[in-house]
Every structure is written in C-alpha cells, then in structure tokens.
C-alpha cells in the first residue's frame, strides 16, 4: 500500500527538529510522499528547504487567502518568477483560494482569480483552499476554464457542492474531517461521489482526524482518513488506495506512484 498525502504542512515550525521522527511513523503507516503547500511569499524559500530534505517530499507555491493583504502589487510577478525558476520538486501552484470565515472575500478574490490564470498559463496544477466558499470557487473556475489539474483540498462540503466541482473536472481532497461523526454532511456526501476524484491529504498540523489534538495531526494519521473513507464507500482499503494514488498522480503529474 502506498498512501501520499496530496496537502501537508510539513514546513511549519511544529515539526521543526523531527521532521524524520515524524516521516519515520508516516512511512510505518505506508505513507511514501508529501506535497507541502506554501501559503506566503515569506514562507516560500522555507517550503523550498524543507522539501529538500528528502525525495519523497514535494511542494508547490502560493497565496493562501488568510494573507493576501500582507503582499503588494509585485507578489504575483514575484510568484511567476519563482514558479518558473523551480524545478522538478514544485509540482503545483497554491495553497491559493477563498475563505468566508476569515478576511473578506472581497479582497481575496482577485488574487484567486489572478492565480487560477497564472497556474493555467504555467500548465501548473492548481491547489485551491475553500472554505463555505464552494460555490464562489467552482463560479471562478467554470469562467476561468484553466485546464490544469485542480485540487479543491479539504473538502467539506454538500453532495451537491462535490458533483458540481467534480464535474469541473476537479479532484477532492478528503481529510480528517470524514473521521468525524458530527460531520454528517459531508460523511454523507462522500459515499456519493467517484473516488476517482478524490485523494487524501492530512493538512497536517490542523484538520486532525477523529481522537487527535488540535495541532497534533501529522502524515501517519493519513491511514486512519483512508481506513474512514473505505468504510464510508464499502470498498477494501488495498484496493481504495490503489485508486487513490493513481488519482493523485495524475493530480500532481507523476506517471507512477
């Protein structure tokens, strides 16, 4: 079996100083890469470094929404240029994105639109951030059109919000939210929709699943996401994860896993 989890804040200062005490659990577990998000400009030669640290860890680069404000005019040039410099290790653009519950959508939304162009000019995938912003998302992108691979990670949403992204052609990131029994919605959303659109992710330090901490959540636990999803689809986990990974290789562009 080998799981990888599509969306990890591996770069972040909790997990300075173990980092390989921490890949070691997540490989016992049967995890074998790790995509780490940048979410700031500041952020991005950290995100860089970490990923450096190891073959089997991979990043990408962006503007998460939380920070849009903290960033000038030239950050998106700046973006461009360090996308187009990076090598074979960046395998995407983001986290970019909005979110309703912190900033003002208004002011986020140019930069997610200047993004989702950007990643479709660079033939970069595209990993978006939504929060109770589904629908303003799949809007963006059906205008948008980037033909790109688009990750919508953290998925939380109705049956409905799902389909409609999934039929943009978008893949779902499936956390530690499914993990948890107060999350009826989207517990009952994901029986309903193709695992061929989905991939697991951890979000690791947050969005833990089910019995671990706030800021406690790290890649091993992307094993219990799996075992929570294959018991939601009725499937067997070997055979779930083999789909999986196929999924999220084509996500991220690697032939094979």
């Given amino acids: 079996m080998q799981l990888v989890d599509a969306h990890c804040h591996f770069d972040f200062p909790v997990f300075d100083g173990r980092r390989q005490e921490v890949w070691q659990r997540a490989r016992q577990a049967g995890v074998t890469r790790l995509v780490v998000p940048g979410v700031r400009q500041p952020d991005w030669r950290r995100v860089q470094e970490v990923a450096a640290g190891c073959d089997d860890w991979w990043y990408c680069l962006g503007i998460h929404p939380w920070f849009v404000e903290?960033?000038?005019?030239?950050?998106?040039?700046?973006?461009?240029?360090?996308?187009?410099?990076?090598?074979d290790r960046c395998v995407g653009l983001g986290e970019c994105g909005l979110d309703r519950l912190r900033g003002e959508l208004n002011a986020q939304m140019p930069w997610f639109e200047a993004q989702v162009a950007l990643a479709g000019s660079l033939r970069l995938p595209l990993v978006v951030h939504s929060v109770r912003t589904h629908d303003e998302v799949a809007a963006v992108l059906r205008r948008s059109r980037?033909?790109?691979?688009?990750?919508?990670?953290?998925?939380?949403?109705?049956?409905?919000?799902?389909?409609?992204?999934?039929?943009?052609?978008?893949f779902l990131g499936i956390g530690g939210v499914i993990t948890h029994d107060r999350a009826r919605k989207t517990r009952g959303a994901v029986p309903r929709l193709p695992a061929e659109a989905m991939v697991l992710e951890t979000d690791a330090p947050d969005m833990p699943p089910a019995g671990v901490a706030r800021g406690d959540n790290e890649p091993a636990n992307l094993r219990q996401v799996l075992t929570a999803l294959a018991e939601l689809k009725g499937q067997g986990e070997e055979r779930l994860a083999e789909q999986l990974a196929q999924n999220v290789g084509r996500l991220y562009g690697w032939p094979s896993i």
Avoid: M
């Fill in 70 to 87: 903290e960033h000038g005019d030239a950050a998106l040039d700046d973006l461009e240029s360090a996308l187009r410099r990076a090598g």
């Fill in 146 to 170: 980037p033909d790109v691979p688009v990750l919508v990670h953290g998925f939380s949403g109705s049956y409905q919000q799902g389909k409609a992204l999934v039929d943009l052609g978008c």
